[in-house]
């Protein structure tokens, strides 16, 4: 079953955190790898990823 943000509601109900808006270039880095992916819509992030955006650019993490 999917819910109004388009993930299941199995993901919602476990706290997990993904990648609700995006706008411009957004990239993840996983903890356990060097280089920077492109992150899309849905990609779900854990405690240790980290996000690189463009100056002036914006992405909405819902918790």
Known sequence: ???????????QAQGIN???????KV???R????????AQFG???QPKDRLRLDKLLHSTVAV
């Open 1 to 11: 079953m999917l819910t109004n943000s388009g993930l299941p509601a199995w993901a």
């Open 31 to 38: 903890a356990n790898r060097s280089t920077y992916q492109k």
């Open 18 to 24: 993904y990648i609700s808006n995006l706008k411009g």
């Open 27 to 29: 990239e993840v880095k």
């Open 43 to 45: 990609t779900l992030l």
